[in-house]
């Protein structure tokens, strides 16, 4: 962790110069070119140092970004349980609906299955898997839930991870919606924003009351996620609704994340 420099001059016009390297027939000569070869190797072992620490802390990265996608990608069993068991009670007194839940089922697994190239996906592909779980939501609440959505088919296209916008749209359910007798709307949208992508959640439910609020692990989790691959160029914020409710944007780069050399 340390560091030195060291400075040689030699000035072979100057006859004191001259005499110096001549007397001992270029041993101080020799004496120089072995301080340069020491110089040489320690900067050697320190860039290799370097390397090493940097390859060590990109794969400690890239795991602790695993553990949270891992995480994230897994389909909640209560959900599941809740969806299925509502799906049979509706065969016997509604199939029409009982068929339009299974539907909407099998179109939000379709998209929660693990994506073998890595875990980012498309703000489209994310969209479609948060409004087919609001859509069987709708079969189980009925009246009580709305949903409204504004996100125009060019922002579809910008790369976004996976599960972060099903955070933001469960959150707004469990702790906004749900809880409250006369339920509420649900809104997603988008909009570009300095050279980024803002999305956003909002619902007018029961904001920031300290009986809903949960824990606050899921947020959490989209802030680590959204630091590890975006380094610092993505953020997440949560404000107060109007008049009611809370409302959640992630802001993304328009392009995906480059991984580095060595990782690819």
């Known amino acids: ?3 030195g420099s060291v400075t040689l001059i030699c000035e072979p016009e100057n006859p004191a110069w001259s005499d110096w390297f001549l007397v001992d027939d270029g041993t101080n000569y020799e004496n120089a070119e072995a301080i340069l070869r020491a110089i040489t190797r320690r900067i ?19 795991l602790t970004e695993a553990k949270l996608n891992l995480l994230h990608a897994q389909v909640e069993p209560h959900f599941l349980y809740n969806t299925l068991a509502s799906a049979q009670l ?3 007194s509604d199939p029409v609906r009982a068929e339009a839940m299974l539907g909407h089922l099998i179109q939000y697994l379709r998209r929660s299955l693990p994506n073998a190239e890595g875990e ?3 703000l489209g592909a994310e969209l479609e898997r948060a409004l087919a779980y609001l859509e069987i939501l709708k079969v189980r609440m ?27 749209v469960e959150n707004a359910i469990k702790h906004g919606l749900e809880p ?14 300095e050279g980024g992508v803002a999305v956003t959640v909002a619902d007018n439910g029961e904001g920031f009351n300290t ?6 692990i899921g947020l959490k989790n989209v802030r680590e996620r959204l630091r590890l691959r975006y380094d610092g160029t993505a953020n997440l914020s949560v404000i107060a609704n109007f008049p009611a409710g809370v409302a959640a944007t992630i802001t993304v780069p328009t392009q995906a994340p480059q991984r580095s050399a060595s990782h690819v």
């Open 1 to 3: 962790g340390e560091s």
């Open 44 to 62: 050697g072992e320190r860039r290799r140092g370097e390397q090493a620490s940097a390859a060590q802390t990109a794969t400690e990265k890239e």
């Open 90 to 92: 509706l065969t016997r």
């Open 120 to 122: 980012m996906s498309t």
């Open 142 to 168: 009925g009246d009580r839930l709305d949903v409204q959505t504004d996100v125009a088919e060019p922002l579809r296209g910008t790369p976004m991870p996976a599960m972060m916008l099903q955070t933001l």
């Open 180 to 193: 409250r007798t006369g339920g509420g709307t649900v809104w997603i949208r988008a909009r570009r924003d």
């Open 211 to 216: 009986k809903t609020s949960g824990t606050g």
